[in-house]
């Protein structure tokens, strides 16, 4: 763990280079070094310290431009409320979320669908669903990383099996967890593993006892489900 002065600075860092707007993450890695808060050959969206701050302070990767031409930016949405008192620390570090700028090629080349990857980028652990308690929400979204990430390439094979996003990670608008259908495949793993994937069904080897269970695909209520990255209120569209 690093000192709380280190985290201070990189705090204060962070919210004077993107105070005045976006900022290109090679431009912030060379003003990162020059400061000396940022080794060499270090990258910014590796270093902890980096990362803590950025999920702290609210910043969001944004894509700028398509293919080699693009590059990703680092855009400040909003800052804390108050000093920092303590040093910035992410609860339960299993359930960072995916950031879409870290994404390894290999995993967006799995001909997973990039709305799926984009999606769960888009969730933020300090911010759960309604009727979802913290810790679980947590869990469900290091199970979604997990699944994307996946040596196994489980979401690769789901999206050619035909699940989709719906029959994954929908959820009911209110208390998701109570409705049988109510919710999907990702929510079922809580912690767990998935063992095998096939059209209609999958099999999750349960967290608690290591026993198997048998999720069924078309148990999930398609209509009645939204996706958690989308607004509430909107109708999930099938991506």
Same mark, same amino acid.
């Given at each position: 763990?690093? !000192?709380?002065?280190?985290?201070?600075?990189?705090?204060? $860092? @962070?919210?004077? /280079?993107?105070?005045?707007?976006?900022? *290109?993450?090679?431009? @912030?890695?060379?003003?990162? =070094?020059?400061? #000396?808060?940022?080794?060499?050959?270090?990258?910014?969206?590796? &270093?902890?310290?980096?990362?803590?701050?950025?999920? $702290?302070?609210?910043?969001?990767?944004?894509?700028? *431009?398509?293919?080699?031409?693009?590059?990703?930016?680092?855009?400040?949405?909003?800052?804390? &409320?108050?000093?920092?008192?303590?040093?910035?620390?992410?609860?339960?570090?299993?359930?960072?979320?995916? +950031?879409?700028?870290?994404?390894?090629?290999?995993?967006?080349?799995?001909?997973?669908?990039?709305?799926?990857?984009?999606?769960?980028?888009? @969730? +933020? !652990?300090?911010?759960? @669903?309604?009727?979802?308690?913290?810790?679980?929400?947590?869990?469900?979204?290091?199970?979604?990383?997990?699944?994307?990430?996946?040596?196994?390439?489980? /979401?690769?094979?789901?999206?050619?099996? #035909?699940?989709? /996003?719906?029959?994954? $990670?929908?959820?009911? =608008?209110?208390?998701?967890?109570?409705?049988?259908?109510? /919710?999907?495949?990702?929510?079922?793993?809580?912690? #767990?593993?998935?063992?095998?994937? !096939?059209? +209609?069904?999958?099999?999750?080897?349960? &967290?608690?006892?290591?026993? =198997?269970?048998?999720?069924? =695909?078309?148990?999930?209520?398609?209509?009645?489900?939204?996706?958690?990255?989308?607004?509430?209120?909107?109708?999930?569209?099938?991506?």
């Amino acid at each position: 763990m690093l !000192h709380r002065r280190s985290e201070d600075l990189v705090i204060e $860092f @962070l919210g004077d /280079a993107l105070a005045l707007g976006a900022l *290109g993450v090679p431009e @912030l890695e060379a003003r990162a =070094r020059a400061a #000396g808060l940022l080794g060499e050959g270090q990258r910014i969206t590796h &270093a902890k310290v980096f990362k803590r701050t950025k999920k $702290f302070l609210g910043i969001k990767s944004v894509r700028n *431009g398509f293919g080699d031409g693009g590059e990703w930016l680092w855009r400040l949405e909003r800052r804390p &409320a108050s000093p920092v008192s303590k040093p910035v620390s992410i609860e339960d570090t299993y359930a960072e979320a995916l +950031d879409p700028e870290e994404v390894p090629a290999d995993v967006r080349a799995r001909r997973i669908p990039s709305s799926w990857i984009d999606g769960v980028a888009r @969730l +933020d !652990h300090h911010r759960p @669903l309604t009727d979802i308690p913290p810790h679980r929400w947590r869990q469900f979204l290091s199970d979604c990383n997990k699944f994307l990430t996946a040596g196994e390439n489980w /979401a690769g094979r789901a999206a050619e099996l #035909g699940w989709n /996003a719906a029959t994954l $990670f929908g959820c009911r =608008r209110a208390r998701p967890l109570d409705h049988p259908g109510g /919710a999907g495949l990702l929510w079922a793993i809580n912690g #767990g593993r998935l063992v095998e994937l !096939h059209r +209609d069904w999958a099999v999750i080897e349960l &967290a608690a006892n290591g026993s =198997r269970h048998v999720f069924e =695909r078309r148990r999930v209520d398609a209509g009645n489900v939204t996706l958690p990255w989308i607004e509430r209120g909107r109708r999930p569209g099938d991506v």
